[in-house]
């Protein structure tokens, strides 16, 4: 009883602006600031791997998906101990204590210094700083994933049951926040922004609606979920009269009221069995679309991949909520929740189709390498007359002066032969390397050894015209060439520069944020409003699991099905979310939306309400009349 009115105490300091509690500022700003702190992170992480701790492409991809697993994986630890134990509040503040100190020990592990003695610039005990980072990562992982479902649940709890349109309104701008956060941070360092997050969360503290723990409810569902098994086991004999649903089979034993709590949340959890695969196809943004932009031309490389995300979800967000949702209802189609859900994974897999066409564009434009079993030859001629090459038994190659051959010559044999038509003849034969490519250079006449320096800044030649993305080039320089002669000076190209455009990459970018706005925003109020009050965050750590899997998948089907072309792996993936998302409209066909406060009422009227449940009742009557009061601007000075 002390309990529950020291929670009715803490209802009452709500206050409002607009219709809007003004507690929820605090938790949005928060939220902006966590993402902030962890896309700024995340933005440099595959680089760190790659060009700190000298991993190869493989590995930091892997430990990169394996990060983001982990991070959409502890989001059920946080929900155990803020609905169990801590409470939402306590469980924010002391994770993201952890939090801090992981950013701190990860911000450490990059400081080469520490084991730099012999101060090459790179680090001498490489074990030390990846066991410091990797240290750092899992309690950034722990901090970001333990707080994400107290979160968005703690700022749902904000709102009274009558604030439905309020509360949509509430996800929609957290989820633009998480994007803000996002987009800023790959403009400004994030180092000091975990310290914000916790500063102004705690700034709110005295306005929060702080609904306390309600005991171990994770561990007393899986032990009533368990008793219901073993009973149906029990009474497996066709002797024994069917029951409505298995998890009746727990009545004996266990609370009508939590037995209907767990069905509303097994009924939720059996829907989310197919979301993992439009994460997979989502999180591919961070890995494939980032390489297959490296094999395309422009600039803008970086910005392109990290900020067009969020400034297409930062537009799309008030768009699809102010004129297309509102538009289709007019038009009197039901979009339910679940129907935007399919139809954001049918513009995901509409990206990946996308994606595919694009690579196609690339791959007729990237240089024909050797098979494994082939090998290429490029000759370079410094000779100071055109040559004619034959490479035996029947290649014949014009080579001019400072010249090379147009392409790299293609061999399925290793040994071959080659005579140049000079005066005496010379041929000499070569053994090339299996699956390589090689250049044979042909010295000048006669051959001086020199040393000539290109330096930037202070050249001695300047090249005006820019190298291109991809490309690479050999540079001809004859041996009595000076420092003002930089017209002998002869460039060969070795590899063409990327041609096709990034820009090709924003349809691709552009369908799966519409995607990401039907699905995932969808989702996070989804799963808060078909959660029941006391399961609130096991419900959205529920959904965040859905993303742990889906990078899973990633890592599964990135090492174990290697098609030989990318295009086809994008198109494979599609198809497989095509699929999957057929299977959810089918199940999605058979879900009845519930009102679980509804539900919860109607179980306790079965089970006659207590005078306590009762007089609880009432002071959320009187209660809900003066926030309604407030809203309409009337000051209540007693109630
Ligand atoms: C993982 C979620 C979809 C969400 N991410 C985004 O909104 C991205 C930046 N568009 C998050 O909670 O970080």
């Not at 690579?359 to 079993?373: A, G, R, V």
Request: net charge neutral; glycine share 6%; hydrophobic share 45%.
């Amino acid at each position: 009883k002390v309990q529950h009115s020291s929670a009715i105490k803490k209802k009452k300091g709500r206050r409002y602006c607009c219709g809007y509690p003004i507690s929820i500022f605090f938790i949005v700003v928060n939220e902006f600031c966590e993402r902030f702190s962890y896309y700024g992170m995340r933005a440099v992480l595959v680089l760190y791997f790659r060009y700190f701790l000298l991993w190869d492409d493989d590995l930091a991809t892997s430990i990169y998906h394996a990060f983001v697993a982990l991070c959409y994986l502890t989001p059920i630890l946080g929900a155990i101990i803020a609905d169990s134990w801590l409470g939402k509040f306590k469980t924010i503040i002391y994770l993201s204590i952890v939090y801090a100190i992981g950013q701190v020990t990860m911000a450490i592990s990059t400081i080469h210094d520490i084991t730099d003695a012999n101060r090459d610039g790179t680090p001498d005990n490489f074990t030390f700083h990846i066991a410091l980072s990797m240290l750092g990562l899992i309690l950034i992982a722990l901090g970001t994933g333990g707080i994400k479902p107290c979160v968005a649940a703690f700022g749902g709890d904000q709102f009274q049951e009558h604030q439905s349109r309020q509360l949509n309104t509430f996800f929609s701008v957290f989820y633009l926040c998480i994007n803000a956060g996002s987009l800023l941070s790959t403009l400004i360092t994030p180092l000091k922004s975990v310290a914000s997050t916790l500063m102004v969360f705690i700034a709110g503290s005295g306005m929060y609606v702080k609904t306390d723990p309600e005991g171990n409810i994770m561990w007393s569902v899986c032990k009533c979920i368990g008793f219901a098994i073993k009973n149906r086991f029990r009474h497996r004999s066709s002797s024994y009269p069917k029951r409505e649903h298995w998890m009746d089979w727990a009545n004996e034993k266990y609370d009508k009221l939590l037995i209907a709590q767990i069905k509303m949340v097994l009924k939720v959890l059996f829907l989310y069995i197919p979301l993992p695969m439009f994460w997979t196809l989502f999180d591919q943004k961070g890995s494939r679309w980032t390489l297959q932009a490296t094999t395309m031309s422009g600039d803008f490389v970086s910005i392109l991949i990290s900020t067009v995300n969020p400034i297409l979800i930062l537009t799309l967000v008030p768009i699809m909520d102010r004129l297309i949702f509102p538009l289709i209802q007019k038009c009197g189609l039901n979009f339910s929740p679940l129907k935007r859900m399919t139809v954001g994974m049918l513009f995901a897999a509409m990206a990946f189709v996308s994606a595919a066409l694009v690579q196609i564009e690339i791959d007729k434009t990237l240089p024909n390498f050797p098979s494994s079993s082939e090998s290429q030859l490029k000759v370079v001629n410094t000779y100071s007359t055109t040559l004619n090459v034959t490479i035996s038994p029947n290649e014949h190659l014009l080579i001019e002066s400072f010249g090379s051959s147009a392409d790299y010559v293609t061999f399925d044999h290793q040994d071959i032969t080659v005579s140049l038509n000079t005066n005496p003849v010379i041929t000499k034969a070569f053994s090339l390397i299996k699956g390589g490519r090689q250049t044979l250079i042909i010295p000048s006449d006669p051959t001086v050894m020199r040393d000539f320096v290109l330096r930037h800044g202070e050249q001695w030649c300047e090249f005006s015209r820019k190298f291109g993305f991809g490309a690479s080039y050999t540079f001809l320089i004859p041996s009595t060439v000076f420092s003002d002669d930089c017209e002998s000076i002869t460039e060969v190209e070795d590899m063409k520069p990327n041609s096709v455009h990034m820009a090709l990459q924003i349809p691709q970018y552009f369908l799966i944020t519409t995607g990401e706005v039907m699905f995932s925003v969808t989702g996070l109020q989804f799963s808060y409003s078909q959660a029941p009050k006391n399961m609130k965050s096991v419900l959205q750590a529920g959904w965040l699991c859905t993303n742990a899997v889906g990078n899973i998948i990633v890592l599964i089907v990135a090492e174990l099905g290697k098609l030989p072309k990318q295009w086809a792996e994008y198109l494979l993936f599609a198809s497989l979310l095509v699929a999957v998302s057929i299977i959810f409209s089918i199940m999605a066909y058979f879900y009845t939306y519930i009102d679980p406060a509804e539900i919860e009422a109607q179980v306790r009227k079965e089970q006659g309400l207590e005078p306590e449940e009762m007089e609880k009742e009432t002071l959320e009557m009187e209660e809900k009349d003066e926030d309604q009061k407030n809203e309409q601007g009337v000051k209540q000075t007693k109630i």
